[in-house]
């Protein structure tokens, strides 16, 4: 069964006392609503007469890009990443498991409350240090947590390294980047020509595929955060699996640059991280990230001029290629 906005009160309440959740006799669906654009999928908020919850549900394709087909067995990836971080330090943090259902690929979690996404910051361009510290906390959280067996994630992988690590340096393909910014497209064209360039963001990219022994979140960017007061919270992990520490924290690393438009964010990061990071990688994940959001498919709500972006994508070609890191 799909749900979504519209499908009714009554079909959601049979739904969810089909799997043991709702007893419509007890408990009735006062509300449902949108609390916020999905990206990767169908995303509800129910509110009964006893209490409010999420609703998700992946889908074939992604939800804001019904073009591009993507795993559904996605939503279980999910719900393996909440039930493998384990540990009291990371609770706070992450949204409670009310129950899953695989059949219908739904997952049903706490409802975070009054929440705001932290896309907010790029509006800001500015990013607390107790942020900062509170999300390297959280990453470092998940990362020294220890699953004793966790999905590949590989088809969802294979997808994300297009859009991260091939796409967005294609000398020809079928995005016009004008149409986000006029002379964006020009600004792209001499990075797609860069052999030397497209080499090395090939070689990280072949190790984004490889297996590694690190669970990562997968998408750590302002996306995936909620701040409610100066708490952080952290969602949407469906882009988790075993790899490397670098790419997550160079994720966090390059929107911070993105956020402040200052290049001292890749130091202080890596300095403020407690585990030991491979600082070339990490230089090369955050400058790959960087050039992606500009010149790729998944654009932010960033707010820069041509001339901004210009100095931002000359930064990340430095990151990627400079060997001194």
Not at 20 to 45: C, S, Y
Not at 89 to 109: G, S
Not at 233 to 262: C, N, R
């Amino acid at each position: 069964m799909y749900l979504d906005a519209t499908t009714s009160i009554s079909d959601l309440e049979s739904y969810l006392n089909a799997i043991g959740f709702l007893d419509p006799k007890t408990e009735q669906i006062r509300a449902v609503e949108k609390p916020g654009e999905g990206n990767m999928n169908v995303v509800l908020r129910i509110r009964t007469d006893k209490r409010s919850f999420i609703v998700k549900q992946s889908r074939p394709f992604v939800q804001k890009y019904p073009q591009i087909v993507a795993p559904i067995e996605r939503i279980d990836v999910e719900y393996r990443f909440y039930k493998a971080v384990t540990n009291k330090a990371i609770a706070p943090h992450i949204p409670e498991i009310l129950t899953y259902n695989a059949d219908n690929h739904v997952l049903l979690l706490e409802d975070l409350g009054d929440c705001k996404d932290m896309s907010y910051l790029y509006g800001e361009r500015n990013i607390e240090a107790s942020q900062l510290d509170q999300l390297l906390d959280i990453a470092s959280q998940i990362h020294t947590s220890t699953p004793k067996a966790y999905p590949r994630n590989m088809e969802l992988r294979l997808l994300n390294h297009q859009h991260i690590f091939v796409l967005p340096f294609l000398k020809e393909n079928d995005f016009s980047l004008n149409t986000v910014q006029e002379g964006l497209q020009e600004l792209a064209l001499p990075y797609r020509n860069d052999e030397p360039l497209k080499k090395e963001i090939a070689k990280v990219g072949q190790q984004y595929l490889s297996e590694g022994n690190t669970l990562l979140h997968g998408d750590y960017y302002p996306g995936s955060w909620m701040a409610k007061g100066d708490h952080i919270y952290v969602i949407d992990p469906e882009f988790s699996f075993m790899g490397f520490a670098e790419f997550d924290i160079g994720v966090l690393a390059a929107h911070s640059i993105l956020i402040t438009m200052d290049t001292d964010c890749l130091q202080t990061i890596k300095s403020r991280y407690p585990g030991r990071l491979n600082g070339l990688l990490l230089a090369q994940v955050a400058g790959i990230e960087l050039m992606r959001r500009l010149i790729g498919l998944a654009q932010l709500p960033l707010k820069r001029s041509i001339q901004e972006k210009k100095l931002l994508l000359e930064l990340a070609r430095a990151l990627i290629l400079d060997k001194s890191s």
